[in-house]
């Protein structure tokens, strides 16, 4: 089984807490990008491990994958079906944000192939959306989840951003209440981070932005945890909840380090063959990668991973999902027992960070709450 990441990287905006490889334009070449897409599609259906998988899941992300055509996202998943084996059942995702998205135009989607749906919502408040950057209002958020319903998308995702600055913790529970009422099959809820190379980044180390204290962080993410649990939510990921068999497949491809071809300008790869596996990534900016499609091979950096990478890998992108880590497929896979590979097991059970659950490793409440210092001992 593998996984197809199609990458989309034209947003009308650029949101300043963005570090994704995206780029806000007034016009973008649908044509020449998608071109480019369905030729990178067709060279690397013919390569190791892809030749004869079966994709199980499929993933229109960016930038803002709802700015092209149906036509054109149908087109994609047709060349999909042509090169590849899918699964039965396939899961095909595509993100989209509220403004660019209507009743029409989201059931041509459903009716192109896509059968989940991924909302950046962000807030229902104005004024913490001003604050993101957001191109749309909370009018906008709730209009486009009421027009994904009458699309027909039963298996809908809805991302909300908290610990926001300025924000108060009865906004936290206001909106959260809000996005719970409206019964998604699953919910992203992200603590705002501020990523080097991001305005949001700048601007805090000058000032101009002051971070929620750790105080107030902490509640909001208890809180949600708490909302979640009581709503029918399960908390399967640091950041995602799902209603029961509605956990994203795709992204929890990733963190149980299934293989996955990533195409699209900067799109990332991962095959866990030959050795400790190897991974490569795209050309950055859309015209060099159309132009790189073209000329055969888009292709900027590769790695053939270590043991050691490897190793620290399994562990921290295990540890994400609440289920943790299995020391047993460690040791199938590496040879070696998981506590001689890393002595930092036994510390962070001691400490009760990590806890040990039915015959698996995973974190504890506390180690929910500190999981980036207990994932940097890995790497």
Not at 21 to 49: C, D, F
Not at 155 to 163: G, P
Not at 232 to 257: D, V
Not at 352 to 378: H, N, P, W
Request: aromatic fraction near 10%; charge should be negative; proline fraction near 5%.
């Amino acid at each position: 089984m593998a996984s197809l990441y199609v990458h989309i990287p034209y947003c009308a905006a650029k949101c300043p807490y963005c570090d994704f490889n995206s780029y806000a334009v007034s016009r973008w070449p649908e044509e020449r990008y998608t071109a480019a897409l369905i030729a990178e599609i067709g060279a690397r259906a013919g390569e190791p491990p892809w030749t004869g998988a079966a994709v199980e899941t499929v993933f229109f992300g960016g930038g803002t994958p709802s700015l092209f055509a149906p036509a054109t996202i149908g087109r994609v998943l047709d060349a999909v079906a042509a090169r590849f084996r899918l699964a039965p059942e396939v899961e095909v995702t595509l993100e989209a944000n509220p403004g660019s998205v209507e009743r029409g135009r989201l059931a041509d989607l459903r009716a192109a192939g896509v059968n989940r749906l991924s909302l950046g919502i962000q807030s229902f408040q104005d004024s913490l959306l001003t604050t993101l950057g957001r191109v749309h209002d909370a009018d906008d958020g709730r209009a486009a989840i009421a027009a994904a319903r009458a699309a027909g998308f039963d298996n809908l995702s809805l991302d909300l951003i908290f610990a926001v600055p300025g924000q108060s913790r009865a906004a936290l529970a206001a909106d959260l209440a809000e996005l719970l009422g409206h019964e998604p099959a699953h919910v992203s809820l992200y603590s705002l981070t501020y990523e080097p190379q991001t305005p949001f980044h700048a601007w805090r180390a000058r000032g101009q932005l002051v971070p929620l204290d750790e105080e107030d962080e902490l509640w909001m993410y208890q809180h949600v945890r708490a909302a979640c649990a009581d709503a029918g939510y399960a908390q399967y990921e640091i950041s995602n909840f799902a209603r029961p068999g509605r956990a994203a497949r795709h992204n929890r491809g990733y963190w149980q380090g299934r293989d996955y071809l990533g195409v699209g300008a900067g799109a990332h790869s991962y095959a866990g063959t030959p050795a400790w596996g190897r991974r490569w990534s795209n050309e950055r900016l859309p015209e060099r990668y159309i132009a790189a499609v073209a000329a055969g091979d888009a292709v900027a950096d590769a790695e053939t991973l270590s043991f050691e990478t490897a190793a620290g890998e399994f562990m921290f992108l295990g540890l994400r999902e609440l289920a943790g880590v299995d020391p047993a497929a460690f040791r199938a896979r590496f040879g070696r027992a998981l506590e001689t590979v890393h002595p930092e097991v036994a510390r962070h059970l001691a400490d009760g960070l990590l806890e040990a659950r039915a015959g698996r490793l995973a974190l504890s409440k506390r180690g929910l709450v500190v999981a980036d210092a207990i994932f940097a001992c890995y790497l």
